[in-house]
Nanobody
Framework: QVQLVESGGGSVQAGGSLRLSCAAS????????MGWFRQAPGKEREAVAT????????YYSDAVKGRFAISQDNAKNTLYLEMNNLKPEDTAMYYC??????????????????WGQGAQVTVSS
């Protein structure tokens, strides 16, 4: 099992930047698919970006491609999401999630058993 704790949310004006962090603890010796998801009020939870801790391709949703960057510091067991040129439609609760995998990542929330508590991101126009 792995435990996830997000930090770094907040409020920013459109065009601004924020960085989210996700600290992992527990059984971090294994490789995981790590991802960022978001859920806005009245909408379904959606994948924003995913990456595999053992290396490999990353995934970005079309809505954030070119503006957001997912990265990891394996020495610190921490996942990051750098968010630039934020837009009001990026306003949501952002969640860090993980699943154990064999070198691949899913993008469907129901396939991720491990979740953080969430971090609110609010972008004003």
């Amino acid at each position: 099992q792995v435990q996830l704790v997000e930090s770094g949310g907040g409020s920013v004006q459109a065009g601004g930047s924020l960085r989210l962090s996700c600290a992992a603890s527990g059984d971090t010796s294994r490789n995981y698919c790590m991802g960022w998801f978001r859920q806005a009020p009245g909408k379904e939870r959606e994948a924003v970006a995913t990456t595999y801790t053992g290396g490999g391709n990353t995934y970005y949703s079309d809505a954030v491609k070119g503006r957001f960057a997912i990265s990891q510091d394996n020495a610190k067991n921490t996942l990051y999401l750098e968010m630039n040129n934020l837009k009001p439609e990026d306003t949501a609760m952002y969640y860090c999630a993980a699943h154990r995998g064999g070198g691949y990542c899913n993008i469907y929330p129901n396939l991720f058993p491990y979740w953080g508590q969430g971090a609110q991101v609010t972008v004003s126009s």
